[in-house]
Every structure is written in structure tokens, then in C-alpha cells.
């Protein structure tokens, strides 16, 4: 079974930009849907990004749409997300998943998570 571990995280002042990253180690990396997720405190995991098993295509949640891009290297198993105009509410621990089946936004159809990464976001 793959395993994820997230890197990256950090504080940033509010208009800035951040890079996350995910490393999958186990096989078959390129054979699971990817996605992130986040959870502030005193809320609920929210969906924030996913993108297709080879990289094709990806989706967003409106609170990130434009400011955020997910990309993948299945040759190095590994999984990015990239946010700019960062702001106080995308304050969060950032969490990777890995999904075989199931709708991308829906945090029960990931079987594998990371340990997730702490960003804050000053303003």
C-alpha cells in the first residue's frame, strides 16, 4: 500500500506564495487519483485540489480556483500544490490523499493519508 508524506508547509505572509509537496513511497503510485485536502482549526477536512492518474486533468475548490495549481511527477512519485495570493483563511494543515475509485471531493473515498503539513498564513 503506498504511503504519503507531505513536506513544504510553512508561514507566509497574506499575497505571498507557497509549494507543497507530497512523496509517495509503495507501488503504484501512478495508479491512484491524488488529492488535497485541509482542515483549520475547529473544522472540518475540506476538499482543495485533485488531479487524474497521469496528470491530466485536475480540479479545484472554488476558495482556491485561480489561485492554486496541482501537479504531478509519476516518475519521481510525487505530488505538488502551488498557491499564490495566499490569504489568513487558507490557514491549515494540508493533507495528501491517495484514491482508487470515488468522487474527488468526497474525503471518504480516500483510502491513504499523509500526515498532513501545518501552513499559516499572517496577515
Known amino acids: 500500500q503506498v504511503q504519503l508524506a507531505e513536506s513544504g508547509g510553512g508561514l507566509v505572509q497574506a499575497g505571498g506564495s507557497l509549494k507543497i509537496s507530497c512523496k509517495a513511497s509503495g507501488p503504484d503510485f501512478s495508479q491512484k487519483y491524488m488529492g488535497w485536502f485541509r482542515q483549520a482549526p475547529g473544522k472540518k477536512r475540506e476538499f482543495v485540489a485533485a488531479?487524474?492518474?497521469?496528470?491530466?486533468?485536475?480540479d479545484y475548490a472554488d476558495s482556491v480556483k485561480g489561485r492554486a495549481t496541482i501537479s504531478r511527477n509519476n516518475f519521481a512519485n510525487t505530488m505538488s500544490l502551488e498557491m499564490s495570493s495566499l490569504k489568513p483563511e487558507d490557514t491549515a494543515v494540508y493533507y495528501c490523499?491517495?484514491?482508487?475509485?470515488?468522487?474527488?471531493?468526497?474525503?471518504?473515498?480516500?483510502?491513504?493519508w499523509g500526515q498532513g503539513t501545518q501552513v499559516t498564513v499572517s496577515s
Open positions: 490523499g491517495a484514491r482508487v475509485r470515488g468522487w474527488y471531493y468526497e474525503e471518504e473515498a480516500y483510502e491513504t
Open positions: 488531479i487524474s492518474k497521469a496528470g491530466a486533468s485536475a
